[in-house]
Nanobody, 127 residues
Framework: EAQLVESGGGLVQAGGSLRLSCAAS????????IGWFRQAPGKEREGVSC????????YYTDSSMGRFFASSDNAKNTVYLQMSNLRPEDTAVYFC????????????????????WGQGTQVTVSS
């Protein structure tokens, strides 16, 4: 059964760093665009960073630009989100997602487009 399993969330102080991992089984990451999303309490799920499988183009929001970095290790079939200089407003459940569209960076703001999701990992940033 194909699945995505996130890990690496936790409690961190403002200004700290975390690296989230997403282990993909049953997928060949080279065939999928990769996305990281988050959902804060009472808010809609939103894209944080996405990578197009076609050419590696990365998309970042204004909030994540310069602080977050998405990457993948195809040999390990694992996707990562390195987060630094974390802020209390980054507190959310973070999800990884895959989609067969080769233009993932273009659809990072269209949550409904993404077909495969992990269960999420909680990130809490204290002030």
């Amino acid at each position: 059964e194909a699945q995505l399993v996130e890990s690496g969330g936790g409690l961190v102080q403002a200004g700290g760093s975390l690296r989230l991992s997403c282990a993909a089984s049953g997928f060949d990451l080279a065939d999928y665009s990769i996305g990281w999303f988050r959902q804060a309490p009472g808010k809609e799920r939103e894209g944080v960073s996405c990578i197009s499988s076609s050419d590696g183009t990365r998309y970042y929001t204004d909030s994540s630009m310069g602080r977050f970095f998405a990457s993948s290790d195809n040999a390990k079939n694992t996707v990562y989100l390195q987060m630094s200089n974390l802020r209390p407003e980054d507190t959310a459940v973070y999800f990884c997602a895959l989609d067969s569209s080769p233009w993932g960076a273009r659809i990072c703001d269209v949550v409904s487009q993404w077909n495969y999701w992990g269960q999420g990992t909680q990130v809490t940033v204290s002030s």
